[in-house]
């Protein structure tokens, strides 16, 4: 099984910056992907970024150039640092882990955090 476990939100102004922390435990290395969404209130749960097991990452337009998703393998940490925030920034983040384990069958799926909320003000 794998755990994660998102930390850092708060309230920031608009133009400023925000560092989220996802922290994975369990099965480490049946991981695939953490990903980071958000879901702002009234709004569906979006995909925002993702890093791959290899170290890809792929982010979506609203968040290109200002968000940076990046990882320390030693701490099992993913990190999303949001730069140049915007009021329509303002959700609830999550990340989760994509995951695959295979022992004496496979089993895939998503864990999530609990979310963290960032309120950006303008």
């Known amino acids: 099984q794998v755990q994660v476990a998102e930390s850092g939100g708060g309230l920031v102004q608009a133009g400023g910056s925000l560092r989220l922390s996802c922290v994975a435990s369990?099965?480490?290395?049946?991981?695939?992907?953490i990903e980071w969404y958000r879901q702002a209130p009234g709004q569906q749960r979006d995909l925002i970024a993702t890093?791959?097991?290899?170290?890809?990452?792929n982010y979506v337009d609203s968040v290109k150039g200002r968000f940076t998703i990046s990882r320390n393998n030693d701490k099992n940490t993913v990190y999303l640092q949001m730069n140049s925030l915007k009021p329509e920034d303002t959700a609830v983040y999550y990340c989760?882990?994509?995951?695959?384990?295979?022992?004496?069958?496979?089993?895939?799926?998503?864990?999530w955090g609990q979310g963290t909320l960032v309120t950006v003000s303008s």
């Open positions: 989760a882990a994509d995951y695959t384990e295979y022992t004496d069958t496979i089993v895939a799926g998503r864990a």
């Open positions: 369990g099965s480490i290395s049946s991981i695939n992907a």
């Open positions: 890093v791959s097991k290899q170290g890809t990452t």
